[in-house]
Structures are given as C-alpha cells and as structure tokens.
C-alpha cells in the first residue's frame, strides 16, 4: 500500500502544478503536447513503412533502431575525436 500513497503524492503534485501557476502549467501542457506529437508520427512513420513493404511485421520499431545505431555513430565519433585529441596529429 505504500506504492499507493505515493502515488497519490505524486498526483497531487500534478494536480497542483496543472491548476495553479501558469507559467509552470503552460510548461508541462507544452511538453506533453510536444511527446504526444513525437509518439504520434513515430506511430504514423511505422505505419507507412509496413504499407509501403519497407520492413517486415514484427521489426516494427525504426526509431528504436535508428535511435540505436545513432547511439553508436556518436559513439564512435566521440572515440575518435578523444583518439586524435591524444594521439593523432590531425
């Protein structure tokens, strides 16, 4: 029951920063707004990509993918530049 009660902190929380103080309530709208759009047209870009026989049922997370190897490129990129800040001449 513990979980509950901070729950109830936490919507409480919520509650009060929705329903008092503008600048505060306009920034939370914002930023939900802002994940709703994002989720929005990863759902619709998935869809496409299945209409349009660019990936298969079941690999449908692009973005995820794409999220992940950026990770990796910048990854990457980030080694070499240490590499050459260290060892490289250029």
């Known amino acids: 029951m513990e979980g509950q009660g901070l729950l109830q902190k ?13 600048k505060m309530k306009e920034r939370i709208y914002k930023a939900l707004l802002g994940r709703y759009q994002n989720q929005m047209e990863e759902a619709l870009l998935t869809i496409d990509a299945l209409l349009e026989g660019h990936i298969l049922p079941g690999h449908e997370d692009i973005t995820g993918s794409v999220d992940k190897l950026l990770d990796k490129v910048a990854n990457a990129k980030e080694k070499m530049a240490t590499l050459r800040q260290y060892y490289g001449t250029n």
């Open 10 to 22: 936490i919507t409480g929380i919520i509650m009060t920063l929705f329903t008092k103080g503008g």
